[in-house]
């Protein structure tokens, strides 16, 4: 009896001294900086536990063989064929729960303007629309420079702002589409430095 006693301290102790991994929901709406969530991908796979979600127009710029193997992509399509009948849990009421933390990057003009003006008709912005606010929620913006500088930009990332999301700013370079100015998103590198940090001085 004392040695099974003893035996469920040691493992009550070991729980302790290596507490799980924070889980990490990573989001892509529609921009070309999409071709770079991948790599924001494998970035957090190494210090987390990680699910994907991903647009209808990013899918467009996702290389889905490039994702981690234990990273799940979850799509509109998900959301639905996940579900028959009243009592079946709901997709995106799931990733909410399991999340410590929302990344969405690259944030797409369009999904930002749906945030804001609370709209929820895709797996993404559903989410957003049910999340918790009391968890982080992180954004990337990425768009051409003549769409951020719009004064609708302006606004909606004030209401974002008031929701309490924070914003990783985007950086001036010469932009996919040939422009040059300020829009293009934050390098993965950037964007997993800043939500790391920021999880570890809360203790995470």
């Known amino acids: 009896m004392e040695n099974a006693e003893s035996l469920n301290v040691v493992e009550e102790c070991r729980e302790n001294s290596n507490p799980r991994k924070p889980r990490i929901l990573l989001a892509a709406s529609g921009s070309v900086a999409a071709i770079k969530f991948a790599n924001l991908c494998h970035s957090f796979c190494e210090w987390a536990e990680v699910k994907a979600v991903a647009t209808k127009a990013a899918m467009h710029f996702i290389d889905k063989k490039a994702l981690p193997k234990d990273v799940t992509l979850y799509t509109d399509e998900d959301e639905w064929s996940m579900w028959n009948k009243i009592g079946d849990s709901v997709l995106h009421i799931e990733l909410r729960k399991w999340a410590d933390i929302m990344v ?18 895709d797996l993404l912005s559903c989410i957003v629309r049910a999340w918790d606010y009391a968890k982080p929620l992180f954004v990337a913006p990425a768009m051409n420079t003549m769409m951020w500088n719009n004064p609708f930009t302006e606004r909606h990332l004030m209401v974002i702002d008031d929701l309490g999301i924070n914003l990783i700013p985007p950086v001036t370079k010469r932009l996919a589409c040939g422009d040059y100015g300020n829009g293009a998103m934050a390098e993965p590198s950037l964007i997993f430095s800043t939500v790391r940090l920021f999880l570890e001085s809360r203790g995470h």
């Open 104 to 121: 969405i990057a690259p944030l797409s003009a369009n999904t930002l303007g749906k945030i804001a003006g609370g709209l929820c008709d």
